[in-house]
């Protein structure tokens, strides 16, 4: 397999080598973008799913506020419209939430109180329970519980925790308040202790909000600040009407200008609720949608800078391998042309102190060798060529040859 691999990539000129090299690189920048844009819609679906559940929730938040209000302003068409937007949330919005057993047992509570007006005060305790049961799966299942940014985090935790936990705490209060007559919650010695409980849930709740719209606030800089900041103070506002109210029924009995002055501030609250939780939910949405898209124009940004980086890689690519590849397919002609004309004069020109420059230089002096050689050789040649010619001449001329006798030098031939 490797004398195969080889004998293909000795198929190749330089350049298609230094373009595979290329290729095999290319290939793995293309993989590990993949794998980033992957992470990259990993997180988009993550927020989406969050703006999933966030859609669900303000259907939810108006059944439990109308629940909440309907032992004082009762409009039974409306609860039962609500029960209605309920089950059309859950069709819409509860694929892959798990919510729908849940929802049902909602809209069964929330429909028996708009039909059965006996024991209403209990009903709606235990609608409002299922409502936050309910809020508690959306936030879990949607991955709104999860959400990694402060300022989103933050605002969730008051749209999915806090505002159902208030609303239930409230309407507890205030059907502690309105639920016994006089004489037994004389005769009653647990309704003071059990106000008291629900008084401090209310004030941890009121501190926990408190807190959830300052950091909110303090991750997501002003806009975010504009955004909830009123809302936040009517909100307390209207909190500590109610309180104040309510304190004023516990401690100095249930008369009837106390106990309609806690009703209207229960409504108050409820509808200021109402619409600090509606504000909240629309910031929230915002913050996930701001968050959707700084995610494809990073995700873009990067992809762009990527393809720019691999173009002029492409380009640098080619200069280097012109680089390589001309020098040697130079070297490759002058060789072509020695070995068709004989000439050894023939240089190759390529100035660099790489190993090319090197390979030149050497086969240059190589050349220059041969050149030297062979005229040594034709020299010597014609040396030899012009001593066989003396000699043939020297033999093929008649030579007279002359016999003297000695002393007296007499020619005797």
Request: aromatic fraction near 6%.
């Amino acid at each position: 397999m490797r004398d195969m691999f080889m004998r293909l990539l000795a198929r190749l000129s330089v350049g298609r080598k230094l373009l595979l090299i290329y290729l095999l690189d290319l290939t793995a920048v293309i993989f590990i973008s993949g794998i980033l844009i992957n992470e990259k819609y990993i997180a988009i679906d993550f927020a989406r799913d969050e703006l999933r559940g966030n859609a669900y929730i303000p259907v939810l938040r108006d059944t439990m506020i109308d629940v909440a209000l309907a032992s004082r302003q009762t409009n039974a068409d409306r609860i039962l419209h609500q029960s209605d937007l309920l089950v059309a949330a859950e069709q819409r919005f509860g694929d892959g939430l798990g919510s729908a057993d849940v929802n049902a047992a909602l809209v069964g509570s929330v429909r028996r109180i708009a039909t059965t007006p006996a024991d209403k005060d209990a009903a709606i305790t235990a609608t409002l329970s299922i409502g936050r049961d309910l809020a508690t799966r959306i936030g879990n299942q949607s991955k709104l519980i999860l959400d990694p940014d402060l300022d989103s985090y933050y605002t969730m935790s008051l749209t999915v925790l806090r505002f159902p936990e208030l609303l239930e705490v409230a309407e507890g209060i205030g059907s502690l308040l309105h639920a016994e007559p006089p004489a037994q919650r004389a005769r009653d010695s647990d309704a003071r202790t059990r106000y008291l409980i629900l008084e401090g849930r209310l004030d941890a709740i009121v501190k926990g909000i408190e807190s959830d719209f300052s950091e909110a606030m303090s991750a997501g800089g002003d806009p975010v600040r504009s955004a909830l900041n009123p809302g936040r103070e009517k909100l307390a506002a209207s909190v500590e009407a109610f309180r104040l109210a309510a304190r004023g029924v516990s401690e100095g009995g249930p008369s009837r200008t106390r106990l309609d002055g806690i009703e209207a501030a229960s409504v108050a609250l409820a509808s200021e609720l109402r619409e600090t939780w509606r504000v909240t939910g629309i910031e929230l949405d915002r913050l996930l949608n701001a968050r959707i898209d700084g995610l494809f124009v990073r995700m873009w940004l990067h992809l762009g800078i990527a393809v720019c980086l691999l173009c002029a890689i492409l380009v640098m690519v080619y200069f280097v391998a012109r680089q390589i590849a001309k020098p040697l397919r130079h070297l490759s002609d002058v060789t072509d042309t020695v070995g068709k004309t004989g000439d050894y004069s023939l240089r190759a020109k390529w100035a660099s102190q790489d190993e090319i420059g090197r390979l030149v230089i050497g086969f240059n002096s190589m050349l220059g060798q041969l050149d030297r050689d062979r005229e040594t050789q034709k020299e010597l040649a014609a040396n030899a060529r012009a001593a066989a010619a003396q000699q043939a001449l020297v033999e093929a001329t008649p030579i007279p040859m002359v016999v003297t006798a000695i002393p007296g030098h007499e020619v005797l031939h």
